[in-house]
Structures are given as C-alpha cells and as structure tokens.
C-alpha cells in the first residue's frame, strides 16, 4: 500500500499538525504568561514554580488514567461541573468532535510546564536597566513589554516553540491511554499510526517507511523554520 492512499496515514498526519500548532502555541503562550507572573512575586516565586511544574513531573500513564476518570461521561469531575452549572454531562472522549480537543487540552496540561522553565529563565534573564528605563521615559506596562521585552525574548520564544514541536509532533501516550486513536480516527495521530503497523498488523517494512517520511516532514518544517528565523535576525 502507497502512503499517499493510505487513508490512516493521512488522518494520522493531519491530526498531528492540529495537535502540535494548537497544543504548542498554547504550551508558549500560557507558559511565557506564568514565566511573566512568577518573575514579579519576589520571594514568593519558589512556591509557585514548585507547583507549576508539578504536571510534568507525573509519569504519562498516571496522566492518563487521571484524566481518562475526569472525562469519564457518567462520574468524571468534568461532567460534574459542567451539571452543576446546567450545562449537562459531555462525551468528551467519545465525540469524534470533541475528541481531539480533549487530548489536546491533556497534553498542554502535561507540557505547559516544560515552556514555562525554558520561558522563566529567559524572562530572568532580562536586561533590568532598559526596563527601567524605559518606565521612567513614561511607558506603559503593555507598551514596555511589547516594545522591549518582547523583541529580547523573541529567540527563547522561538526555540521553546521548536522545542515543543518536535516533543508534540511523537505524541503517543495521551492518544493510547485516552482514546486509542478513536472514535473512528478522530484522534489517530503519526506515531499511534506507526505503531499499529509495526506491532498490531505487524508490518515493520511500511512502518518504517511511514517512520523515515515523518522524520523527511520533520526535518523540512525545522529547516523552514530556522531560515525564516535567520533571516528575520537578520
């Protein structure tokens, strides 16, 4: 079977870009937000940083039994907020229109943390003076941080950005423990795909052609990305 009419390969590909663009931007931008935060409560910031890291330092498949009992239609603490307010119980895993976003909304759980450590120690790194500086000249928070500190903290954004995408784009464990590619291929994401090729119907020869195209896909997104970086540096 050719890749290009291979129907799971597609849907397998096509539910790893939504994944890794939404998840990813999410991860950065909730991750540079807390970074922000954290650096501006003194003292204060141990505590914070000890509890914003906490997610990613639970093993995927704690993860996924957690949230697969948050979700469950009938008991899950979802659902039961969602009663409380009148809004009623949702099959967030069983929706193949919900199903995707409920991995997603996992996985930026998971990893938002991993942003949030590279973004922190960007953000800490910030030249203290121009700030300042500019305060005294009478700019405004948001204007300072659009102008300044935004530009400066462009090349950590960047690689914590690539970083995140490459780490999103072999997502597997949500995707097995939560939905097993279901319902239908709402969820099927690459590696789920490889995996059943290589060990469900045991065929290592088309999954390691599926495994070789991804790295191609990969490398070409990396290579495009750096060079637009450059060239923006520039």
């Known amino acids: 079977m050719a890749l290009g009419s291979d129907a799971l390969f597609k849907a397998g590909i096509l539910n790893t870009i939504i994944l890794v663009v939404f998840a990813t931007t999410a991860q950065v931008t909730i991750g540079l937000m807390l970074a922000l935060a954290c650096?501006?409560?003194?003292?204060?910031?141990?505590?914070?940083?000890?509890?914003?890291?906490?997610?990613?330092?639970?093993?995927?498949?704690?993860?996924?039994?957690?949230?697969?009992?948050?979700?469950?239609?009938?008991?899950g603490v979802?659902?039961?907020i969602l009663d409380l307010v009148?809004?009623?119980?949702?099959?967030?895993?069983?929706?193949?229109?919900?199903?995707?976003?409920?991995?997603?909304?996992?996985d930026i759980w998971h990893w938002t943390p991993f942003s949030f450590l590279l973004l922190l120690a960007a953000v800490e790194a910030l030249p203290k003076d121009v700030s300042e500086a500019a305060q005294i000249d009478g700019a405004s928070k948001w204007?300072?941080?659009?102008?300044?500190?935004l530009p400066l903290?462009?090349?950590?954004?960047?690689?914590?950005?690539?970083?995140?995408?490459?780490?999103?784009?072999?997502?597997?464990?949500?995707v097995y423990l939560l939905t097993g590619g279901g319902p239908g291929t709402a969820t099927e994401v690459i590696s789920f795909t490889i995996y059943q090729r290589f060990f469900i119907q045991d065929n290592p020869g088309y999954g390691s052609a599926m495994s070789v195209t991804v790295i191609f896909?990969?490398?070409a997104v990396i290579a495009v990305a750096l060079t637009r970086q450059r060239s923006r540096s520039q």
Do not use: C
């Not at 914590?160 to 784009?169: K, L, M, N, S």
């Open 39 to 75: 650096s501006r409560v003194g003292h204060r910031s141990r505590i914070y940083r000890t509890l914003f890291l906490l997610p990613i330092l639970i093993p995927g498949i704690i993860i996924g039994a957690i949230w697969r009992l948050m979700y469950n239609y009938q008991f």
């Open 78 to 80: 979802v659902n039961q």
């Open 86 to 106: 009148g809004l009623g119980p949702v099959d967030w895993l069983g929706s193949s229109s919900l199903a995707l976003m409920s991995v997603i909304i996992v």
């Open 143 to 149: 204007k300072e941080f659009r102008r300044i500190s």
């Open 153 to 174: 903290l462009w090349p950590a954004i960047f690689t914590t950005f690539v970083f995140r995408a490459i780490i999103a784009f072999k997502v597997f464990d949500e």
């Open 217 to 219: 896909i990969i490398a």
